[in-house]
Nanobody, 126 residues
Framework: QVQLVESGGGLVQAGGSLRLSCSPS?????????MGWFRQAPGKEREFVAA????????LYADSVKGRFTISRDNAKNTVYLQMNSLKPEDTAVYYC??????????????????WGQGTQVTVSS
């Protein structure tokens, strides 16, 4: 069982930036897996934010975050990141990290993700 741990959430003013990080706990390595970020705002369904292929060569973004968010990974550090710039109040949500299946090709729509973290709260004030 893979356990993913997110960090980096917090309270920020509109227009500000945050960087989220995600790493597996225990002796698990993410280098073979596509990784993704999702978010869920109060009263809304969870939605896709961004994904990155296992090699890091391909990325996908939701239209709502294109040009503002950047997903990246450092397989040597066993960590996936979500750099969030120009944050808006509507970005307020719990952000979840997710892991896909080994060597799964990253295409639109996003692939199925198997393991999920517990989430980290991001709050953007106006």
């Amino acid at each position: 069982q893979v356990q993913l741990v997110e960090s980096g959430g917090g309270l920020v003013q509109a227009g500000g930036s945050l960087r989220l990080s995600c790493s597996p706990s225990g002796r698990t390595f993410i280098s073979r897996y596509p990784m993704g970020w999702f978010r869920q705002a109060p009263g809304k369904e969870r939605e896709f934010v961004a994904a990155i292929s296992w090699s890091g060569s391909s990325t996908l973004y939701a239209d709502s975050v294109k040009g503002r968010f950047t997903i990246s990974r450092d397989n040597a550090k066993n960590t996936v990141y979500l750099q969030m710039n120009s944050l808006k109040p509507e970005d307020t949500a719990v952000y979840y990290c997710a892991q896909g299946n080994a060597y799964q090709v990253l295409t639109a729509p996003p692939p199925t993700f198997t393991y999920w973290g517990q989430g980290t709260q991001v709050t953007v004030s106006s």
